[in-house]
């Protein structure tokens, strides 16, 4: 799927994971967003989400932890909050806006998923837990902290 929403919350993504700031990330990084972002596309499928809510969902999952800039404290609403004015930006209907902010907000641990587009965004965040790669995603996590 592509949209402009999608390819300017990538383009803003690949922007703020190329700072200096994520050199010490090597969980929350720009593979782990794509990783995120395959998982959504995986998942929301299966969940049958609709055209608008897979684009919010994608625009969510490309966003959701470029709040990592400042650190790791509070990065949900960072994230959030940067995400809100690149959608506004481009002058996207407000429904959209607060879909997308409350799914990336509903990360923040414990998960507090409410929606579809919420939960989708949520399970894709941890899909990594279900992959042959878990052990070695977990210790790099753990590294990180």
């Avoid at 794509?34 to 919010?56: F, K, T």
């Amino acid at each position: 799927m592509d949209s402009e929403f999608i390819r300017q919350a990538k383009a803003l993504a690949e922007k703020v994971f190329k700072t200096r700031a994520f050199e010490k990330h090597i969980f929350h990084n720009y593979d782990h967003t794509q990783d995120v972002v395959n998982a959504v596309v995986i998942i929301g499928q299966h969940s049958n989400l609709s055209s608008d809510e897979m684009e919010s969902a994608l625009v969510a999952a490309w966003l959701h932890d470029i709040g990592y800039e400042n650190g790791s404290k509070n990065h949900e609403q960072l994230s959030a909050q940067k995400t809100k004015e690149l959608l506004e930006s481009l002058r996207a209907p407000q429904r959209k806006i607060t879909e997308v902010t409350e799914a990336i907000l509903a990360t923040r641990m414990p998960q507090t998923p409410k929606t579809m587009v919420s939960k989708v965004l949520c399970d894709a965040d941890l899909y990594h837990l279900s992959t042959e790669q878990c052990e070695e995603k977990s210790n790099m996590l753990k590294e990180e902290w």
